[in-house]
């Protein structure tokens, strides 16, 4: 763990919600709001705080499930040589021991990394799974990607050399107004820098999303920042292979956004995925997160 002057604890990012924190085999995870089931999937070399400004608008509306990916944050670790299916058998049996109530159906929304496994769990889950949302997904094929030089940080670096060079990769490839990060992001990108053992990006860089994708009957959204440095040539070509691969999706590009879209531009993110979700939500969810609020003692705050 390493040293910094920010307090990344949920409680303190999030001062307002009430927040459980809750494991299903051996998957740590968030669970926050009220309403049908969003289960939100973090990019590599991240955890929950990649969300960190989505969870409490979208808390208004879902039941938010929020875990640190398997080998990443304080989730279980797994072999560094996992393949897709076999890291999508973790993600799998935490769901079915309990990262979601059982049988209920849900949506999924995945960032980078995130959205290969949102569309792994789509293709694997098809009863249960009502919609999916891939924001800047990885898992293309060769050729349509373009891998940014990042710097790695010397084991003997101090620490504002560590967070020059974090802060120089996150201007690099996640953030593309270097005004938006500040200590705090630094920190949190450091922290999970720090936490993560499992490399995803030896399965983000291979053509691991369009074989799940090719299989995903669920309505599917794809939300595509403008200024993503990673697909080659460029963010257009990248709607164009989704549309191929999966004739629904819808494909909707955020401009004036790098890759982490959901952190540089939370209030068009969030209003897309809340408008997605809530419109494929079936009738069901929003009967029984009715049910659920009243149990709790507050009501649902509506679609």
């Not at 049908?36 to 590599?44: A, C, K």
């Not at 050729?143 to 790695?152: E, V």
């Not at 010397?154 to 967070?163: H, L, T, W």
Request: some cysteine; hydrophobic content about 40%; charged content about 20%.
């Amino acid at each position: 763990m390493i040293s910094t002057p920010h307090d990344i604890r949920p409680e303190a990012l999030l001062p307002d919600l009430s927040v459980g924190h809750f494991t299903a085999a051996g998957v740590k995870a968030l669970r926050v709001g009220a309403g049908p089931t969003l289960l939100l999937l973090h990019g590599g070399t991240g955890s929950w705080t990649h969300w960190v400004r989505n969870i409490g608008p979208l808390s208004r509306r879902f039941s938010l499930m929020v875990p640190d990916l398997p080998g990443m944050g304080e989730s279980l670790d797994v072999p560094r040589d996992t393949g897709l299916d076999g890291y999508g058998g973790y993600l799998l049996a935490a769901v079915e021991a309990g990262l979601v109530p059982p049988g209920q159906r849900f949506a999924v929304a995945g960032f980078s990394w995130g959205g290969v496994m949102t569309a792994w769990l789509a293709a694997h889950l098809p009863e249960r799974v009502f919609a999916a949302c891939l924001l800047a997904p990885g898992g293309f094929p060769p050729g349509g990607w373009h891998r940014p030089p990042l710097k790695p940080v010397p084991p003997e670096a101090s620490d504002a050399e560590a967070d020059a060079i974090h802060r120089g990769n996150l201007e690099m490839m996640m953030i593309g107004d270097a005004r938006r990060i500040d200590e705090l992001t630094v920190a949190m990108q450091r922290r999970n820098h720090a936490m993560t053992r499992f490399k995803s990006r030896f399965l983000g860089y291979r053509d691991t999303l369009g074989p799940s994708l090719r299989r995903v009957r669920c309505p599917t959204l794809a939300i595509l920042p403008e200024r993503d440095p990673l697909p080659q040539p460029d963010t257009a070509a990248r709607a164009s292979y989704l549309r191929q691969v999966a004739p629904h999706i819808d494909c909707h590009t955020v401009p004036d956004a790098s890759h982490w879209v959901a952190f540089e531009a939370p209030d068009e993110v969030n209003g897309l995925i809340a408008g997605f979700v809530g419109r494929n939500a079936p009738a069901a969810e929003w009967r029984a997160a009715d049910l659920t609020g009243k149990e709790r003692g507050h009501g649902h705050t509506g679609r």
